[in-house]
C-alpha cells in the first residue's frame, strides 16, 4: 500500500505540474524547493558547510545569494523534467541550444565509444534528453529508486527520446558493450563515493572521496571522455548545452596511479565548471561525507 500512495503522489505531482504553462510550473517548483530548504535544517547546514569550504573568502551574503540561484535552478530543472513529454526533435531549439558540440563530435569520431562526464549542473536531466533529441542518443548510469513503480515512472521519462538507463548491477558488462559498439554512456562524477569504489581526490581544496569507475573504464576500453553540460543562459533565454574537449588520459604504466591522476583531472574539470556556474550545483548534496581514515567528520550532526 505504502508503494502504491507514493507512486500516487509522485505521478499527481508529475502530471499536475506538467499540464502547467512554463513559467508558472518553475515558480511553483522554485517554491516548493525554497519551502523544503527552510523546513529541513540539515540541508541548510549541508549548503552552508559545503560553501565555505568551496569558497571560504565569500562574505555570507554571497554564498546566501549563491542559495537562492541554487533553489531557484532546482526548482526550474523540477519543472523541465516534468514538461519532457511536450519536448521533440521539432522543438527542442527553443529550449536548449548546442555549444561546442565539435567536441563531442571529434570524442565520437574516434571509434572507441564516448563517456559523457558531466554532474547535477544546471539542468542535468535535461542535457542528456536534448541531445537525444539532437540525434545523438545516450545510455546513462542509474542508482534505482527504492519504490519500483516510481523507478520505472521516472525511468519511462527519461527514456523517451531513445535513452537507456544502466543500472548498478548491470554496469560493467553494459558498459563495456556499449562502449565497444562506440556508444555514448552519461555520467553522474560529482557524487560523494563510499570506499571500496573510489579514491580521495582534491576537490575544492578538500579531499573528497570520488568514483574511480570512469578512469578504471576510460583506461580499459580507451574510450573519449568529454565533458557536457546544460546551464541556464540569461543572455540566450534558453539552456546552453555545453560540450568541452576530451580530456587526455594520463598512462604512465602504473594503472593504480593512472587511475587516481585520471580520477584527478576529471574532478577538476567539474569543479571548474561550478566555479563558473556556482548558483547551478546541488550545494545540499554532502560531497565531503567520507573521509580519509582518522579525519573527524565534515558534518557532524544527524
Not at 178 to 187: N, P, R, S
Request: proline share 6%; charged share 25%.
Amino acid at each position: 500500500m505504502k508503494e502504491w500512495i507514493e507512486y500516487a503522489a509522485v505521478w499527481v505531482i508529475l502530471k499536475g505540474l506538467g499540464v502547467l504553462p512554463r513559467p508558472l510550473a518553475r515558480s511553483f517548483a522554485s517554491g516548493m524547493m525554497r519551502f523544503f530548504y527552510a523546513l529541513l535544517p540539515r540541508l541548510r547546514k549541508t549548503a552552508e558547510i559545503n560553501l565555505r569550504i568551496a569558497f571560504p573568502d565569500w562574505s555570507d551574503d554571497r554564498r546566501k545569494k549563491v542559495i537562492r540561484g541554487m533553489l531557484r535552478n532546482l526548482g526550474w530543472m523540477a519543472a523541465e523534467f516534468v514538461r519532457l513529454p511536450k519536448y521533440s526533435k521539432e522543438n527542442i531549439e527553443e529550449t536548449v541550444a548546442l555549444d561546442g558540440h565539435e567536441n563531442f563530435l571529434e570524442g565520437q569520431r574516434r571509434g572507441k565509444g564516448v563517456l559523457y562526464l558531466t554532474g547535477h549542473i544546471g539542468a542535468w536531466e535535461l542535457s542528456s534528453f536534448a541531445h537525444a533529441l539532437y540525434g545523438f542518443p545516450l545510455h546513462y548510469m542509474a542508482r534505482r529508486i527504492d519504490n519500483p513503480r516510481i523507478d520505472a515512472l521516472v525511468n519511462s521519462y527519461r527514456c523517451l527520446p531513445g535513452n537507456r538507463p544502466i543500472f548498478k548491477n548491470e554496469s560493467a558488462r553494459v558498459m563495456l558493450k556499449v562502449l565497444k559498439d562506440a556508444g555514448t554512456i552519461g555520467i553522474l562524477a560529482d557524487q560523494n563515493t563510499m570506499p571500496g569504489e573510489a579514491v580521495f581526490v582534491d576537490f575544492f581544496g578538500k579531499q573528497a572521496s570520488t568514483t574511480t569507475g570512469i578512469a578504471r573504464v576510460a583506461l580499459h576500453t580507451d574510450a573519449a571522455v568529454v565533458p557536457g553540460y546544460a546551464v541556464w543562459d540569461e543572455s540566450l533565454g534558453k539552456y546552453r548545452l555545453r560540450f568541452e574537449p576530451p580530456i587526455e588520459l594520463i598512462r604512465t604504466g602504473d594503472m593504480e596511479r593512472d587511475v587516481v591522476e585520471n580520477t584527478q583531472r576529471f574532478t577538476k574539470v567539474i569543479e571548474d565548471i561550478i566555479r563558473k556556474y556556482p548558483d547551478q550545483w546541488v550545494w545540499v548534496h554532502r560531497r565531503w561525507n567520507t573521509r580519509p581514515k582518522g579525519e573527524p567528520p565534515v558534518y557532524d550532526f544527524s
